[in-house]
Every structure is written in C-alpha cells, then in structure tokens.
C-alpha cells in the first residue's frame, strides 16, 4: 500500500473551479473520507488522483512517484464507482478478473487471486451470475472485489454505498471498515454523508465550494470545528448558530442573543477579547442544551419531535431564529407554545467570527 | 357478497368497453395496412398460380403451383438472387463498419467535431436518386472523376461485368452511411462513461476498451442494423435502375431481385407475383433467422 499526496492541486472547467488549491496528504494505510456537500469537488478530486481528470495546477503523489503525467492505468489505484460500473455483459468471474486479464496475469495465478478476492466478499456462489442477476448489495460487493483482486496502491471509492438501502449501508459500512484493517489499504472515500465519515475515518477532510475546509479526525472535527460550515454540516441535527454581540459582563464577556445572555469561559472570553470581535456566531450542539424554568435564554417550544430513543424539541427564541435541543426520551418533554430556558455550560459554546466564519479557539 | 359480485360485472363492462375502443383506435392502422399490405400481399399469392398468356389480351391460364416450380427453379432467378445475396454480402457489413467507425471518430472531443457529425450523417437527407445521379456523373467515362484520375476501365466501371455490383454496393453504402453513422453514434452514447472509466483505471488500452466493453454493449444497435441493413439490401431498386438497368451482360450481372420483378412485370406478370412472393419469404426467413441465430449472442442486460 502506499500514500497520497496532493499538493496545491486546483482544476478550472473553462470558468468554474472546482477544486481550489487543495493540499492533502493521506498516510499509508489510512482511511481518509472526503466529505462535503454534493458540487463541493470532492468527487473532482478524487477523479484527479484516478487521473480520470487532469489538475490545472499542482501535482499528485501516489507512493513516491509523481503521476500527473501517468496514465490511470499504470497509476495502480482501484475506484470503486457509486454506480459500481460493471461489465453487464460479464459474469462476476469476468469482471473481477478483468483488471487482471488486462495486466496480463497468467491464468493459474488469476484463478488463485479470483478465488481469493471473491471468497473474502462472500461471492464463491455468484462467479458464474451476470450483474443483472445480482442485488444492490451484491453488485456492490462485485465492484469492490474487482477493486482488491490486484491488491493496488490505494483504493478510491466514490459514494460507494449511496445506491444500497439503510439498513445494508450499516452493515456494509462495517464490512468495508473490516477489509481496510485487514488489507491494510490505503482509501480515500469520497462521501456526502456525515454519518459515514465519523464511523469510518481517520480523518475527515471536509470541502466547500472546491476549497478545504478543515481536515482532522472524526472527534475533532466534530469537537472542533475549524469554521461555521464544518459546525452546520457535522452532526445531525446540526449545531445550533445564533447572531449575537459580544457584551462585557462584570470581569468578564458573554454574548447577548435574542432571549438572553450566554456568559463564556474565561479561556474563550480571552481569545474573542485578542479578536477585538463584536459581531459574533454563537454555536451550541443540541445534546449541550438542557431546559430550564429559571435562569437561563428565554424561548418558546415550537415543535417537538420524538425518535423513540432521543427527542428533538426545537425552540423558538423572541426573535424567530429556531434552536434544538436534543433531550433523553425518558425526560420530561414540553408542549409546544411552553415557555422556557435554554441553558448550556459556558465550556460547551463555539463563538464563530460572523465575518469571517471562523471559529474563535480558546486561549 | 353482493358488492363483489357487482365489482365483476363492471369489470366485465368495462372490459368489453376497453376492447371496443381498442379496435376503434386500431381501425384506422388495420384499413391501411388491409388495404395497401395484405390484400396486395394475398392477391399476389393468387397472380402467381396464374399463367400469363404469350401476348396480350388473352386470357391467363390457372396452372396452381406449376409456374412457382418452374420460376424458382429457373437459372434467371439463381441468377438474380445469387446477386441479391452477393449485393447484401458487399454492403451491409462494409456499411456498418465504415458507420461504426466514423461513430467512434466523431464521439471524441474535439475542436470541430460537430462539424464533423453534421458531414457524416448529411447523407441521411440525400435521396436513392441523388446519390446515383451523383455517382453516375462520377463515374461517367467521359466528364467523371475516375478519368480525371487517370483511371480508366474498360468497359466503363458501370457496364464492366466484374465492377459493375461493387460500382453500386459503393453508392448504396455512402447512400446508407448517414443512417448507419446515426445509428451507431445512438448507440455509443448508450454506453455509460463509467464503464469505460472503470477499464481505464483497471488498465485496459483504448483497444481492448473497445474489443472488450463497447463492442459488446454495441451489440443489440449492431444487430438492429443488420437487420434492418439487410432487409433494406433486399429490396434496393432505385440505384439500380438509375445507373445499370440491372445490366450488364445476359444474366444481368446487377439483376437484384426487385429489378427483376420489375422488368419481368410488363413482361410476364405471373412470373413477376412467384418473384415478389419469393423475395418476400426471403426477407422473412432472413428477419426471422437473424432475430433468433444473433438475440442469443447479443448482450441486452444492463
């Protein structure tokens, strides 16, 4: 297995640019999942490391050789493709040894490979089937065991798991998770999925409009998101951002928002002092929230919706903007047009530049 | 109960109604067929198993399946279906290669290719009689442009017995050249990009690309035109007529089929009916025995 590296890769089609000085370095054997929503170019740059696509700028690294100029064939990757791609008129035998057949491996060697790749995806019973004759979840596994079969330098899969209904694409989520310890491969997995890239990753990098965002792993990324757009698109519901200024509170700094006041760590209230910011965003997770009747932001239960395990009570503050808040199902839920508190400890609020978007980090 | 029973009656209304208003609709399409296909088609059969007298105004004489023995065993028909044949043999394949080939040409991306795809598919918009009024000025021997060349045959390329078949297999596959190019463009586009980017990165050439995923996804367009080639082959008449008259020599060395009915119509016209009645069971063997000898070969499951 080897590395990939991008460095200050950016592609232009005719005026757009869809992907923008990207720089990224993903380790041997590491599971690294682009993520982002869909037209962010995460796809684009992953077709650039195939070399289905050319750079405009910049250079990629597979191993220690710079392949811009190498053809997708000799690059030795594997793409896994969203719609798998496979040869309808071959049978699964066919298609898996089809990267073989088209290296010219002899016979005894692509049977002994074949059998190998096909037994470890569980498709022994299927060699002689057309793709036409397999489910979802079978095709899938198909495409990944042609991706294996020739053990390449890295795997790429794109949205691989988008076609398969819920409850495979938990289980298949685990299955990949399996074959890339105990292949020690190298992925990179482009996803618009979130749920997919805090269980499968190492890293997350996430995207935007072709331009990096934020790459580190799932914890952090959810912990500490590098800006707004990684706060919104990580977690579900998602974090909660409320327009706020930044008021001095005794000998320290809060917050006002519509409804009340958030009082911050003195850690956060030094670094957004340093800032000299005015006009922030305050962000707060759904599970950091909890009700109250006292003290606290004032807010009006607008919905409330229960997931069995958990319930999302979304809030109205007096202004009109919407905070949820996720509770266990087992607490007390409001009625809507309940008024009541919303609080958090400090320690759990993000304070984001509103310019700029960035995340204040505590000093 | 009661409410069941009622349920089956309206159903058994309302498909009587349904089959009423099917055959309204299809009545319009039934009259016309009737009335242009299969009554000329049955009194066809029926002109055959009449003699037509030796000169014109006597009666013909009824002789039932002897004038379709004697017809279809005679050298002029062997004559003229072995050119039939020869004549399909030299343009459908050639066509849908040239076709294909053109497709593929056309389907890269480049500066101008549409310019290109304009050219290859113009002489779909070219008519039988065109094409030959062209070819005929082309090949002519005294303003053409073989002479101009400098090629010279003698007899003349349309009156030379050996050239004279592939003379017109030329002009019917330029004729039918922007079809098949359509066709086959159609037929490429259907080929999801995904499949070809897959063999990319599994390390297959652009040639094995083509030998191994597009060909094979081709199949079912390749197999429609020669189908349909093959059928439109059987039944060429107009560059016939227009650059060779079914000539030269004595048994015409171009006497397709369809000319022979032709001629033989205001000669004998019993003996036209057995040969439109044979060129007809032709055309349905071939159809009947390219859809089942090819649709086992051909790909169709995506």
Redesign the interface.
């Known amino acids: 297995m080897g590395s990939v590296v991008l460095e200050g890769v950016t592609k232009r089609f005719n005026d757009t640019i869809a992907v923008d000085n990207l720089s990224l370095a993903v380790a041997d054997e590491e599971f690294l999942v682009l993520l982002g929503p869909s037209g962010c170019g995460k796809s684009t740059a992953l077709r650039m490391i195939a070399g289905l696509e050319s750079p405009t700028e910049g250079t990629i690294r597979i191993g220690d050789r710079v392949v811009n100029d190498v053809e997708p064939k000799d690059r030795d990757v594997a793409m896994v493709f969203q719609s798998y791609a496979l040869y309808p008129h071959m049978t699964v035998r066919r298609n898996i040894e089809f990267p073989l057949r088209s290296r010219r491996v002899p016979a005894v060697e692509r049977d002994h490979l074949v059998a190998d790749a096909a037994e470890s995806l569980g498709l022994t019973d299927l060699l002689e089937r057309k793709p036409a004759q397999l489910s979802g979840g079978q095709r899938q596994r198909v495409a990944l065991a042609r991706a294996i079969v020739r053990r390449p330098q890295a795997f790429l899969m794109d949205e691989p798991l988008s076609n398969l209904d819920a409850k495979l694409r938990v289980q298949t989520r685990a299955e990949l998770v399996e074959l890339q310890r105990r292949l020690s491969a190298t992925i990179v997995y482009v996803t618009h999925d979130q749920v997919e890239a805090m269980t499968m990753g190492h890293r997350i990098a996430v995207l935007e409009a072709g331009v990096l965002q934020q790459v580190a792993p799932p914890r952090e990324v959810y912990a500490e998101p590098a800006n707004l757009f990684v706060a919104r698109f990580i977690g579900s519901p998602p974090m909660n951002t409320v327009e706020g200024r930044v008021v001095r509170v005794a000998d320290s700094l809060a917050v006002e928002i519509s409804g009340g006041r958030a009082p911050l760590t003195p850690q956060l209230a030094r670094a957004v002092e340093a800032a000299g910011l005015e006009a922030v965003v305050l962000g707060v997770r759904p599970e950091d929230l909890r009700l109250g009747h006292e003290t606290g932001v004032a807010a009006t239960v607008a919905v409330v919706e229960s997931l069995g395990h958990e319930c999302h009570v979304a809030c109205r503050l007096p202004d009109g903007q919407l905070v949820i808040v996720r509770q266990r199902a087992e607490a007390d839920a409001p009625k809507p047009e309940d008024s009541v508190k919303l609080i958090a400890r400090p320690e759990a609020l993000h304070v984001f530049d509103s310019e700029t978007g960035t995340r204040i980090r505590p000093a | 109960m009661t409410a069941v029973v009622a349920d089956r009656v309206v159903s058994a209304r309302t498909k009587w109604k349904e089959r009423g208003l099917a055959s309204l609709l299809l009545a319009p399409a039934l009259v016309i067929f009737g009335v242009f296909v299969f009554y000329p088609l049955i009194h066809n059969v029926y002109l055959g198993f009449y003699r037509s007298p030796p000169f014109p105004g006597l009666p013909s004489r009824y002789v039932g399946f002897d004038q379709y023995r004697d017809v279809l065993s005679s050298t002029d028909f062997l004559q003229s279906l072995k050119v039939t044949v020869l004549f399909a043999v030299l343009t459908v394949p050639t066509g849908i290669a040239l076709g294909l080939g053109l497709a593929v040409l056309a389907h890269q991306q480049f500066r101008g290719v549409r310019i290109y795809r304009t050219i290859f598919s113009s002489t779909v918009a070219t008519s039988v009689a065109v094409a030959s009024v062209i070819f005929g000025t082309l090949l002519n021997p005294q303003v053409g442009l073989l002479p101009w060349l400098g090629v010279t045959t003698h007899p003349p390329l349309l009156q030379n017995p050996t050239w004279a078949l592939v003379a017109v297999a030329v002009v019917t596959v330029w004729q039918t050249l922007g079809l098949t190019f359509i066709l086959m463009s159609s037929g490429l586009q259907s080929v ?1 990009d ?2 070809l ?9 652009a040639w ?1 690309r083509f030998w ?2 597009t060909l ?2 081709l ?1 079912p367009t390749i197999f429609f035109a020669v189908v349909i080639g093959s059928i439109f082959a059987f039944q060429t008449f107009g560059q016939i007529d227009l650059l060779t008259q079914g000539g030269p020599l004595k048994p015409g060395r171009t006497n397709v089929l369809t000319y022979f009915i032709y001629t033989e119509l205001s000669r004998d016209p019993g003996k036209a009916a057995v040969l439109a009645v044979a060129l007809f069971l032709l055309t349905l063997m071939l159809a009947l025995a390219q859809v089942r000898l090819l649709e086992r070969r051909v ?1 169709y ?2």
Do not use: T
């Open positions: 999801p995904d499949l980017e897959a063999a990319r990165v599994d390390g297959a050439s094995s191994r995923v094979p996804l199949s790909s499951d995506r």
